[in-house]
């Protein structure tokens, strides 16, 4: 989802400017609610795991330019199950990051914009999974109708962002709006594949409670809240 350059700019950045220090003010409180239950080695550990996984999502999977921006697997649902929230963020900002600073320096520009397309839809499924997962239930025993409301919250909300950059950015055009729309269908594929992906992700992880207290996974994997 990468939001093509130019899409915003001048005077207008100063929106993802705002929205990108929100999203920063609010992981550092995830940061804080992680710290209570998490050791910080163990927090260090998932934030670095979750970053070199959004740098292989970006950079090694494939991903192609549609529209106003591109399609990538962004795996989000599943950096949050695995490795909480707050580790999550502090990969989708690192792995961006890294990625644009060393292999795509044209998207610079539009780290913030990219920044809060990934950063709020992570946001929104946190608050999701807190409604809908009562505490008792480790994330390893989710049914798939609720890993699916939890990907199509993340995917949904990345869609959501693109289009709503696009028609700030740049108005309500014909040739923007079909880029919009172009956009939107192609990320279906990743809406289709990404739970599939989440299940697999979290049938590994049922398979491997010996692992139920590793440093590398957010104790709420494996464990009621």
Same mark, same amino acid.
Request: charged share 5%; net charge negative.
């Given at each position: 989802m990468h939001i093509e350059p130019g899409i915003v700019d001048g005077a207008k950045m100063a929106l993802a400017y705002g929205t990108a220090a929100a999203g920063a003010a609010y992981s550092v409180k995830l940061m804080a609610d992680d710290l209570k239950i998490h050791s910080i080695p163990s927090f260090l550990l998932r934030a670095v795991i979750a970053t070199v996984g959004v740098f292989i999502f970006f950079e090694v999977f494939p991903? +192609?330019? /549609?529209?106003?921006?591109?399609?990538? &697997?962004? #795996?989000?649902?599943?950096?949050?199950l695995v490795l909480g929230a707050a580790p999550a963020a502090i990969g989708l900002a690192g792995g961006l990051l890294i990625q644009g600073a060393?292999?795509?320096?044209?998207?610079?520009?539009? +780290?913030? /914009?990219?920044?809060?397309?990934?950063? &709020?839809? #992570?946001?929104?499924?946190?608050?999701?999974?807190?409604?809908?997962?009562?505490?008792?239930t480790a994330y390893v025993d989710l049914k798939y109708a609720d890993v699916l409301k939890l990907s199509l919250a993340y995917q949904g909300g990345i869609v959501a962002w693109v289009a709503f950059w696009a028609i700030y950015g740049q108005g309500v055009g014909a040739d923007n709006l079909n880029a919009v729309l172009s956009f939107g269908a192609a990320y279906m594929l990743v809406v289709l594949i990404e739970p599939v992906i989440d299940l697999a992700v979290l049938a590994a992880a049922k398979a491997g409670r010996r692992f139920a207290h590793s440093p590398a996974f957010v104790n709420r994997l494996h464990n009621a809240a």
């Open positions: 991903h +192609f330019a /549609v529209g106003v921006s591109e399609v990538h &697997f962004i #795996l989000g649902t599943t950096l949050f060393f292999f795509a320096p044209s998207d610079l520009p539009m +780290f913030f /914009v990219n920044l809060t397309t990934l950063l &709020f839809p #992570l946001f929104a499924i946190h608050a999701i999974a807190a409604r809908i997962i009562p505490a008792s």
